[in-house]
């Protein structure tokens, strides 16, 4: 969010009218909290924050920014949703993300979703969050669009849980005769977008950074975000389940559809 600003900065100063901006770089940001982010890391002063853009139903952007005036939502003819003042050449236009309407009845879950580049596949180079072949790494994740999309639309999650979890080895354990050490869950925060509805409650946002939990947004009974000291007196006292992990991440990867399968 720092480079996005100072980016922003130095793109606004040239003499071009036009172009394209990181939306990090013109919105204000909020640090949660400092905690440790993953096993391998013996900083226990990370910051971690959440950055939130209100919208109207109309689109408009009601969240002060530095960038051109009269930005609101638009869904252009890509599918991407962009930011903008208007529809000309002459715009500036923020990338936010791609909209996905799913391909089958079985997306219906969680579409439709706003998704980031990850999420989809974009090309040989990137293989996406729900393709066969994604690995989870040190800055992305398990968690997309998709288990948003979940979260946000299921009755039985009364929060949005934004952790990643992934298979790991452990390096407090030995190697065997191969060098390879018995692998353990992590739980990571990585970078995620997300989203509200107008017809849909809000809920709080949560997340599990290593051995933190943190309640990013929407936290309950008015609490301010930050750490979250115990994840189960916290869930009991608003009569929730305690998040646990699911049974795979992702939890909606893409299926395999048949020879001659009619996909819309």
Request: overall charge negative.
């Given at each position: 969010m720092k480079w996005?600003?100072?980016?922003?900065?130095?793109?606004?100063?040239?003499?071009?009218?036009?172009?394209?901006?990181?939306?990090?770089?013109?919105?204000?940001?909020?640090?949660?909290?400092?905690?440790?982010?993953?096993?391998?890391?013996?900083?226990?002063?990370?910051?971690?924050?959440?950055?939130?853009?209100?919208?109207?139903?109309?689109?408009?952007?009601?969240?002060?920014?530095?960038?051109?005036?009269?930005?609101?939502?638009?869904?252009?003819?890509?599918?991407?949703?962009?930011?903008?003042?208007?529809?000309?050449?002459?715009?500036?236009?923020?990338?936010?993300?791609?909209?996905?309407?799913?391909?089958?009845?079985?997306?219906?879950?969680?579409?439709?979703?706003?998704?980031?580049?990850?999420?989809?596949?974009?090309?040989?180079?990137?293989?996406?969050?729900?393709?066969?072949?994604?690995?989870?790494?040190?800055?992305?994740?398990?968690?997309?669009?998709?288990?948003?999309g979940y979260y946000l639309k299921s009755d039985e999650h009364p929060y949005i849980d934004i952790t990643s979890y992934q298979w790991e080895e452990d390096g407090t354990r030995p190697a065997n005769k191969k060098g390879h050490r018995p692998k353990k869950l992590v739980a990571y925060v990585h970078a995620t977008i997300g989203w509200g509805r107008f017809d849909v409650p809000p809920k709080p946002v949560i997340g599990k950074a290593f051995d933190t939990w943190v309640c990013f947004h929407e936290c309950p009974n008015g609490e301010a975000p930050g750490i979250i000291p115990d994840i189960k007196a916290w869930a009991k006292a608003n009569s929730w389940p305690v998040p646990k992990p699911p049974k795979k991440q992702p939890m909606f990867p893409d299926r395999e559809f048949k020879r001659g399968e009619f996909i819309d």
């Open positions: 996005g600003i100072k980016y922003w900065q130095e793109k606004s100063q040239l003499s071009k009218p036009k172009g394209f901006g990181i939306y990090e770089g013109i919105f204000p940001y909020v640090e949660v909290a400092k905690i440790r982010t993953s096993p391998n890391d013996d900083d226990f002063d990370r910051s971690i924050a959440k950055l939130v853009i209100e919208f109207d139903e109309s689109g408009n952007i009601k969240t002060p920014h530095t960038g051109p005036q009269g930005l609101a939502g638009h869904l252009n003819r890509l599918y991407s949703i962009v930011l903008a003042a208007g529809s000309t050449e002459n715009d500036w236009e923020f990338l936010l993300g791609y909209w996905y309407t799913g391909r089958s009845d079985d997306d219906l879950v969680f579409a439709p979703a706003i998704c980031n580049y990850k999420d989809m596949d974009d090309s040989t180079a990137e293989i996406g969050r729900y393709r066969k072949g994604f690995t989870a790494g040190f800055t992305h994740g398990n968690f997309g669009c998709r288990e948003w």
